[in-house]
């Protein structure tokens, strides 16, 4: 599937056939399969960016509400036991 450019190789942690699929996802790159084509290769990256960004953005009111009500309830939680 890589060597066909339909997936990456992730190759943050080594493990024994890694060099060959780093060297099959380099082929799929330079030859612009998959993945990788010159139009798709863009649209994947800007969805990536949006993903990671986007987050935080999306939160409603709501959660930001609730998740202080959480932080706050937790810290009452720990002084009271504490206060002990």
């Known amino acids: 599937m890589v060597s066909d ?3 990456f190789a992730y190759l943050k942690y080594k493990f024994s056939k890694s060099i ?3 060297q099959a ?4 790159r330079e030859t612009n399969k998959g993945i990788w ?4 290769k863009e649209t994947i ?5 949006k993903k990671e960004t986007s987050f ?3 939160l409603s009111p709501k959660a930001y ?4 009500l959480v932080i706050i309830l937790l ?3 720990l002084f009271t036991y504490f206060k002990k």
Do not use: N
């Not at 996802?25 to 799929?28: I, K, S, Y």
């Not at 084509?37 to 798709?40: C, F, M, Q, R, Y």
């Not at 990256?45 to 960016?49: A, F, G, R």
């Not at 509400?65 to 202080?68: A, D, I």
């Open 5 to 7: 450019g339909f997936a």
């Open 56 to 58: 935080w953005k999306d």
């Open 75 to 77: 810290l009452v939680g």
């Open 45 to 49: 990256i800007k969805e990536q960016e």
């Open 37 to 40: 084509g010159d139009s798709k």
């Open 25 to 28: 996802q380099l082929e799929a």
């Open 65 to 68: 509400f609730v998740g202080s």
């Open 20 to 22: 060959d699929y780093e």
